[in-house]
């Protein structure tokens, strides 16, 4: 677990590695308290002044991580993903979560899924959610800004992309050549 960060009340930049934090003003390396936790994304996110990581609990059954912000106080604190995404963990065990930063500043997570199955033909089913913290620290302020379904069995390519407006997409792909067979909305 690392990541680099500006602290603007006192001026200085803070890197943390593992459990320990560097502050450039002071010029050495202070042990700090971290949370007992699985690292789910190893390079943490700087936002709204503080450095975030997706943290798993040692819970073996924990499918979905939590995100942790550390201030840059020195102080961590556990922030809610969307319930959607719990309840996606519950379902399907196979998620990768990446957490990043939007060109506004907010937080985002994005959880992708593949699953491949062998009956006679290979088939794959991919499945992408992209959410949004509109608001810092805010659980109910979590927005899914797109989603997208992608079925490949046989060379052919069917997929619906989820503006997260209510409006869907079908996409159709037949050996390379795609086709959007249009919008159809939710009603």
Same mark, same amino acid.
């Given at each position: 677990?690392?990541?680099? =960060?500006?602290?603007? $009340?006192?001026?200085?930049?803070?890197?943390?590695?593992?459990? /320990?934090?560097?502050?450039?003003?002071?010029?050495?390396?202070?042990?700090?308290?971290?949370?007992?936790?699985?690292?789910?994304?190893?390079? =943490?996110?700087?936002?709204?002044? %503080?450095?975030?990581?997706?943290?798993?609990?040692? @819970?073996?059954?924990?499918?979905?991580?939590?995100?942790? &912000?550390?201030?840059? /106080?020195?102080?961590?604190?556990?922030?809610?993903?969307?319930? &959607?995404?719990?309840?996606?963990? *519950?379902?399907?065990?196979?998620?990768?979560?990446?957490? =990043?930063?939007?060109?506004?500043?907010?937080?985002?997570?994005?959880?992708?899924?593949?699953?491949?199955? @062998?009956?006679?033909? *290979? %088939?794959?089913?991919?499945?992408?959610? +992209?959410?949004?913290? #509109? /608001?810092? @620290?805010?659980?109910?302020?979590?927005?899914?800004?797109?989603?997208?379904?992608?079925?490949?069995?046989?060379?052919?390519?069917? =997929?619906?992309?989820?503006?997260?407006?209510?409006? +869907?997409? #079908?996409?159709? $792909?037949?050996?390379?050549?795609?086709? @959007?067979?249009?919008?159809?909305?939710?009603?």
């Amino acid at each position: 677990m690392f990541g680099f =960060g500006y602290h603007y $009340t006192t001026d200085e930049y803070k890197v943390v590695m593992g459990v /320990e934090m560097f502050s450039s003003n002071k010029g050495s390396w202070k042990r700090i308290q971290v949370p007992l936790c699985r690292v789910g994304q190893s390079c =943490g996110v700087f936002s709204r002044g %503080a450095l975030h990581w997706l943290l798993y609990s040692y @819970d073996q059954r924990q499918h979905v991580p939590n995100l942790y &912000a550390f201030d840059l /106080e020195e102080e961590f604190s556990m922030m809610k993903l969307p319930d &959607a995404l719990q309840t996606l963990g *519950l379902i399907r065990s196979s998620i990768s979560y990446q957490l =990043g930063v939007t060109r506004e500043g907010c937080l985002y997570v994005i959880a992708q899924n593949e699953e491949v199955w @062998d009956c006679g033909k *290979l %088939a794959s089913f991919y499945v992408v959610d +992209f959410w949004v913290m #509109r /608001e810092y @620290d805010n659980s109910d302020s979590w927005t899914k800004s797109l989603g997208a379904c992608l079925l490949t069995w046989n060379g052919i390519e069917s =997929g619906v992309i989820d503006s997260g407006m209510g409006e +869907f997409r #079908r996409l159709l $792909t037949c050996q390379g050549i795609g086709m @959007d067979v249009g919008p159809t909305y939710l009603s």
